[in-house]
């Protein structure tokens, strides 16, 4: 399957400040997924992009897929409290309908 | 919250038990999906199910089998638990790859001794 891999592995950021998370491959993307999971919890779907150049806008997240479709990114502004937890990228093979996902990214925010 | 409930939530083993691990969905969906999470490695994939009685592996199938008799459950066996599927396992849903969303359920604890 499809690698990928994210960085960096873990950020801290004061309360206010923004945040990106990185996720690359050396291979063209047929479609990146981004996921969030709560400490202690279970990941939860953001959003699926498909288009290159493709950004799309949730609230205070922004996600970009690249020009050449291999890599892609989740920028967080003006992070609060609520934003921590691990952002996983991961990329789903349509035909068997398997998702690979990186390694993920895991936010701290201080209050 | 999509209807996945996994159990046991928490499970404590010692090393060369059998273990059995259940999913169940009350989505209907065709697609389930095992996952284990560790530390630094993020979600891999074990198996998974495209239908009734079809399963196929994923990258990490070895010391792993499952079973699907029906639509609504998806059971993960560990015939022989060994200290290193010490993990949190996740399962998750689709309806199908085209809808691309995975739901996932609360995740099972395991711990092999």
């Known amino acids: 399957g499809q690698q990928v891999m994210q960085i960096p592995q873990y950020q801290h950021v004061q309360e206010g400040e923004d945040f990106t998370t990185y996720c690359n491959s050396s291979t063209t993307l047929s479609n990146i997924q981004w996921y969030k999971q709560r400490p202690g919890g279970h990941p939860v779907f953001l959003i699926q992009?498909?288009?290159?150049?493709e950004v799309k806008k949730q609230k205070r997240l922004t996600f970009q897929f690249g020009e050449a479709k291999k890599n892609s990114s989740l920028h967080i502004t003006a992070t609060q409290t609520t934003d921590v937890g691990t952002y996983f990228c991961?990329?789903?093979?349509?035909?068997?309908?398997?998702?690979?996902f990186g390694d993920g990214t895991t936010l701290t925010v201080k209050p | 919250d999509a209807g996945i409930t996994q159990s046991p939530r928490h499970k404590v083993t010692e090393t060369g038990t059998p273990v059995t691990l259940r999913c169940h969905q009350t989505?209907?969906?065709?697609?389930m999906y095992w996952y284990r999470q560790d530390p630094g490695h993020g979600l891999r994939l074990i198996h998974y199910s495209y239908g009734v009685k079809d399963t196929d592996k994923g990258e990490v199938s070895d010391g792993y089998s499952v079973s699907r008799s029906k639509t609504e459950d998806f059971l993960l066996t560990l015939e022989s638990a060994t200290s290193s599927q010490t993990s949190v396992y996740f399962c998750?849903?689709?309806?199908?790859?085209?809808?691309?969303?995975?739901?996932f359920g609360e995740g099972s604890r395991l711990t092999v001794l």
């Open positions: 991961a990329v789903l093979n349509t035909n068997a309908g398997k998702s690979t």
């Open positions: 989505e209907n969906h065709r697609y």
């Open positions: 998750a849903i689709s309806e199908s790859p085209a809808a691309g969303e995975l739901f």
């Open positions: 992009l498909v288009k290159s150049g």
